[in-house]
C-alpha cells in the first residue's frame, strides 16, 4: 500500500511552526511526517535551523498514529553515532512502532560551520555513514559494547533504555554506491525528486536491488522505497509558481554548489537564478489531476512512500488543499 508522506522543513519555519503542521497533517490522514536535520539553512534572510532530535520528542507526545522520522540526519560528524543511538532507541520508547531514523552522508553547509573540521571527500564520508550505521544497530541489540572502528569507538557501552520493536533505519542516497549499502544495511532508501529519470531507472534503484540481493535481509522483511515529491500546489498558478523561489539553491548544480558553507552565499547564488530554473526541480501545478500525472511515473518506477515538500509560506493551506484535493485521487489511483 502506497504511504503518503509530509516533509516538514526545518529550513524554512520555526520549531513552533513545524509542530503545528505535522499536527495537522496527522489530521488530514497523512501517513508520516519527516524533519530535515540542518544545523544551517539554505538561506540565511527568512531561514530557520530548529534541532530535529528535541521537535522529534516534542512530536511523539502531542501525536498517536503518524509515523515520524529524519531525512535525514548525518550520524557521523556533528552527531555521535552513539548519541543517535541513545537517542533514537528513547524516541522508539515513547513512539512504539512510529519512528524511522533516516541518515545520509552530509553537507558541509551543517557540518563544517558546526565542527571547524575539514570537510572530507565522499569516500570518507560513505566509510564513516557505512561504520555508524554498523555501530548504531550493535548498540540496538548489544550490552557494553566495546567497538573499534577506524572512525569510531566505544568502551563497555550500553544503551539502557530500547524499545521492543527496533527503529527502522532509512538511508538516503544521491547515486548508485550508497543506494546499495541501502539495500545491504537499511531498512529503507530515501532519494528526491525532480531529476533525470535514468538517474533512478539505470543508478539508483538498481543499486538497492543489487544491496538487497546482497544483504542477509529475510525476503519477506519489508523494505521501502521513500522519495521526497517536491509538490508546488496550489489553486493559484501564478502563487504556486512563485513559492519555488525560497528553495532556488535546490536547483543548483552540484558544482556551483560544492563546499558552499556559508548560507549568504547559498542564498546569493540561489536568487540569481530565473523563477524558471528555480521551479525546475518542482512539479507546479494548479491541477488536481495534474499532479497525480506528474507523480505516476515514480510509483511506476516502484517508489512506494512519498514524503511531499511544498515550498510556500503559508503550509496550513498546502496541508488543507493536499489533502482534500490530491491525496483522494492518490488514493484511488495507487492504493
Given at each position: 500500500m502506497l504511504k503518503i508522506g509530509y516533509k516538514a522543513s526545518a529550513e524554512q519555519f520555526t520549531p513552533e511552526q513545524?509542530?503545528?503542521?505535522?499536527?495537522?497533517?496527522?489530521?488530514?490522514?497523512?501517513?508520516?511526517?519527516?524533519?530535515?536535520?540542518?544545523?544551517?539553512?539554505?538561506?540565511?534572510?527568512?531561514g530557520h535551523a530548529p534541532a530535529a532530535l528535541p521537535w522529534l520528542g516534542a512530536l511523539a507526545a502531542t501525536t498517536r498514529q503518524i509515523e515520524l522520522g529524519t531525512s535525514v540526519l548525518t550520524p557521523t560528524f556533528r552527531h555521535h553515532p552513539s548519541m543517535v543511538a541513545q537517542a533514537f532507541a528513547t524516541l522508539g520508547c515513547l513512539a512504539p512502532g512510529r519512528v524511522v531514523l533516516g541518515v545520509g552522508s552530509g553537507e558541509s553547509l551543517n557540518e563544517t560551520p558546526a565542527t571547524g573540521q575539514v570537510w572530507p571527500d565522499q569516500s570518507e564520508r560513505s566509510a564513516r555513514l557505512r561504520e555508524a550505521i554498523k555501530l548504531i544497530r550493535t548498540l540496538w541489540c548489544e550490552e557494553r559494547v566495546d567497538f573499534e572502528g577506524k572512525y569510531y569507538r566505544t568502551e563497555r557501552a550500553t544503551i539502557y533504555d530500547r524499545p521492543a520493536e527496533e527503529v527502522r533505519i532509512f538511508v538516503a542516497a544521491a547515486g548508485p554506491y550508497i543506494a546499495k549499502v541501502a539495500g545491504i544495511q537499511g531498512d529503507g532508501f530515501i532519494c528526491t525528486s525532480g531529476k533525470p529519470r535514468d538517474l533512478y531507472t539505470e543508478k539508483l534503484l538498481p543499486g538497492v536491488q543489487q544491496g538487497l540481493q546482497e544483504?542477509?535481509?529475510?525476503?519477506?522483511?519489508?523494505?521501502?522505497?521513500?522519495?521526497?515529491?517536491?509538490?508546488?500546489?496550489?489553486?493559484?498558478?501564478?502563487?504556486?509558481?512563485?513559492?519555488?523561489?525560497?528553495?532556488?539553491?535546490?536547483?543548483?548544480?552540484?558544482?556551483?554548489?560544492?563546499?558552499?558553507?556559508?548560507?549568504?552565499?547559498?542564498?546569493?547564488?540561489?536568487d540569481e537564478l530565473p523563477i524558471e530554473r528555480a521551479a525546475s526541480r518542482w512539479i507546479v501545478s494548479a491541477d488536481p489531476d495534474e499532479v497525480v500525472d506528474c507523480i505516476a511515473p515514480y510509483v511506476d518506477m516502484g517508489f512506494d512512500h512519498l514524503v511531499f515538500h511544498a515550498p510556500g509560506s503559508d503550509q496550513a493551506r498546502f496541508i488543507e488543499l493536499f489533502s482534500s484535493r490530491v491525496m483522494p485521487l492518490l488514493r484511488r489511483k495507487f492504493g
Open positions: 513545524l509542530l503545528s503542521f505535522a499536527q495537522q497533517a496527522e489530521r488530514c490522514q497523512f501517513d508520516s511526517v519527516w524533519i530535515s536535520d540542518h544545523f544551517q539553512p539554505w538561506r540565511h534572510t527568512g544483504s542477509s535481509r529475510p525476503a519477506a522483511q519489508p523494505f521501502e522505497r521513500m522519495i521526497e515529491m517536491k509538490v508546488s500546489f496550489d489553486t493559484d498558478p501564478a502563487q504556486a509558481l512563485a513559492d519555488t523561489r525560497f528553495w532556488g539553491a535546490l536547483a543548483l548544480r552540484p558544482e556551483e554548489k560544492m563546499n558552499v558553507e556559508d548560507p549568504l552565499k547559498m542564498e546569493a547564488l540561489a
